[in-house]
């Protein structure tokens, strides 16, 4: 049996939260070990009661509501240490799993050396579409490119290798997690995921995502945009914070830390600034005009 510990972190949203672990619950184990760990991060809307109730095997660590992202999934991931899996499957409970997600996903990895896993993210209202899934760095565009247009038809149909997977579904081996550490909470409260794949790609690990894992997502909420806030919730925003996603300082950690190089960070950070100005931002209305070449043609060369 292969031991993999399941961890995510949680806060007030107890009707998603106990949708994932209903999912979970579904998900073919064969030949697994499988231990859920939620790390309930000053829930006030009874999430750790409505768990304890439905799913008593599922270990709860109770956190403050100071934790965030970051620092609520080393919580989560430290607690899994203690029963020695060989696997840590990070996740985000705002998703719903294909039964045999997890089986792809360790299959995949036990078949590649030195691999950490990702899923294909798709969008549980929009199923076809593939979200955040293999970002390519482009300097001169601005940093990491996240494709706007894909679908489960437009991505190659086995493992293909990557330079980034985002933190909604990840498989870790506890191996790789002790070689590079736990996530930088300090710099990343609630991106960590933003430099930590990277990091571990750069001290060898190979980034491998797996198209037959199919993971369904929640949209993403649309933060406030910036030009409706008053002055001194822009400098708040933009330069203090670093828990909001438009913080500059927080994206210049990412870009300097998660970049291939150091300089090839700083000069996508300014190139940011600079399409940022030009109403050209990679992550803004331009990219969304832009064509894409299906992901299958982009990594053809990346087949595992």
């Known amino acids: ?21 209903k999912s979970l619950a579904k998900v073919n184990k064969e030949g697994l070990n499988v231990h859920i760990i939620v790390v309930d991060d000053g829930s006030t809307d009874g999430t750790s009661k409505a768990i304890s109730e439905q799913f008593p095997e599922v270990e709860i660590v109770k956190g403050d509501g100071n934790l965030w992202y970051t620092e609520g999934m080393n919580v989560g991931i430290n607690a899994a240490f203690k029963h020695n899996p060989k696997y840590i499957l990070m996740i985000n409970d705002d998703q719903i799993f294909d039964v045999d997600f997890l089986q792809y996903m360790v299959e995949t990895a036990e078949k590649n050396e030195k691999s950490i896993v990702g899923a294909l993210l798709l969008l549980w209202d929009q199923p076809h579409k593939v979200f955040q899934v293999a970002p390519v760095w482009k300097t001169w565009l601005g940093g990491w490119r996240h494709w706007r247009h894909q679908t489960v038809w437009s991505v190659p149909e086995r493992p293909w290798e990557v330079e980034l997977i985002v933190g909604n ?10 070689e590079a550490g736990l996530m930088d909470s300090r710099r990343f409260p609630n991106f960590g995921d ?10 060898g690990w190979r980034l491998i995502l797996d198209p037959r894992a199919k993971v369904f997502v929640q949209p993403n909420t649309i933060p406030k945009s910036v030009k409706d806030l008053c002055l001194r919730e822009k400098i708040d925003f933009l330069f203090i ?3 909001k996603p ?16 150091k300089i090839k960070g700083l000069v996508g950070f300014l190139m940011f600034l600079i399409r940022f100005w030009l109403r050209k931002n990679i992550e803004g209305d331009w990219a969304e005009r832009q064509k894409e070449p299906e992901l299958k043609e982009v990594f053809r060369n990346k087949l595992v």
């Not at 049996?1 to 672990?21: A, E, F, G, K, P």
């Not at 933003?194 to 001290?203: C, F, N, Q, V």
């Not at 994206?251 to 998660?258: I, P």
């Open 194 to 203: 933003a430099e930590y794949t990277p990091r571990l790609r750069k001290k």
């Open 241 to 243: 914070d670093l828990k």
């Open 169 to 178: 579904c990840i498989l870790i081996p506890t191996e790789a997690i002790k």
């Open 246 to 261: 438009q913080n500059l300082r927080r994206r210049f950690y990412a870009y300097w830390f998660g970049a291939p190089s």
């Open 1 to 21: 049996m292969i031991r993999v510990c399941v961890v995510t972190t949680v806060h007030n949203r107890r009707d998603i939260t106990l949708l994932c672990l």
